[in-house]
């Protein structure tokens, strides 16, 4: 048990499909944040929240849409995707806004998978 | 720019024998440095950090790193493999920047654990 739960573990979505990614924490932690994880690159932050509100948007497509409707739950809302965008999306929360003065704590992910 | 690199993709090693995954910074981190570890399906979870003082961290798992400033350096260590330490390992810099500061990460270091 981590803290952070995310569902669906997989998820298999046509270009056309409009889905969501869920993520919880029951850490009693402020901040929550999504990443991307694609083979061979980086970590990418895509969201930060920080109680509630958005304070990182790192330039990405608005077919990935966010929602934080309260401090322990976090969405990203999906719609016309493409092929590129098939990755694992990680969830993290911390107590600070920065992920340093508080570690990240992750979630599983949810792999997706664009067809 | 801002980067974080892991010089080895995939490192094999035996079982028992000691370890050393490289990480290097670019100029300008803060540096608040970072190794966190991913095992199968499962989320990043933080082994230990850096932010100031003694150079040689200790971590959870019996991981150890050891910041050098003139090396732009942070290299995990651990002096016995275990094969439950077959996972990827991930170092990660924070830099200031604007309004919000960024934690980079490297693209990973794969660990093979053999008999």
């Known amino acids: 048990e981590t803290g952070v739960t995310q569902t669906p573990r997989h998820l298999v979505m046509g270009m056309t499909n409009k889905k969501s990614l869920k993520c919880e924490q029951h850490?009693?932690?402020?901040?929550m944040y999504w990443y991307k994880q694609s083979a061979k690159k980086p970590l990418e932050l895509m969201f930060v929240?920080?109680?509630?509100?958005?304070?990182e948007n790192n330039s990405v497509p608005s077919r990935f849409s966010p929602e934080c409707p309260n401090s322990s739950h976090l969405f990203l809302h999906l719609h016309t995707l493409q092929p590129e965008d098939s990755a694992l999306y990680l969830c993290?929360?911390?107590?600070?806004?920065?992920?340093?003065?508080?570690?990240?704590?992750f979630g599983n992910g949810t792999r997706l998978t664009v067809t | 720019a801002q980067s974080v690199t892991q010089p080895d993709i995939h490192i094999t090693v035996s079982e028992g024998a000691s370890l050393e995954l490289r990480c290097n910074y670019s100029?300008?981190?803060?540096?608040?440095l970072f190794w966190y570890v991913q095992s199968p399906g499962q989320g990043l979870q933080l082994l230990l950090k850096?932010?100031?003082?003694?150079?040689l961290v200790q971590g959870i798992k019996g991981f150890e790193a050891e910041f050098k400033r003139s090396q732009s350096s942070f290299n995990l260590r651990k002096p016995s493999v275990h094969w439950s330490d077959a996972a990827e390992y991930f170092c990660?810099?924070?830099?200031?920047?604007?309004?919000?500061?960024?934690?980079?990460f490297g693209k990973g270091t794969k660990l093979s654990v053999k008999p």
């Open positions: 929240y920080s109680l509630e509100e958005r304070v």
């Open positions: 990660a810099a924070y830099y200031y920047g604007g309004s919000q500061g960024n934690l980079i």
């Open positions: 100029y300008g981190a803060t540096p608040y």
């Open positions: 850096y932010f100031s003082g003694d150079t």
């Open positions: 993290a929360s911390s107590r600070g806004k920065t992920g340093v003065d508080s570690p990240l704590h």
């Open positions: 850490l009693g932690h402020n901040a």
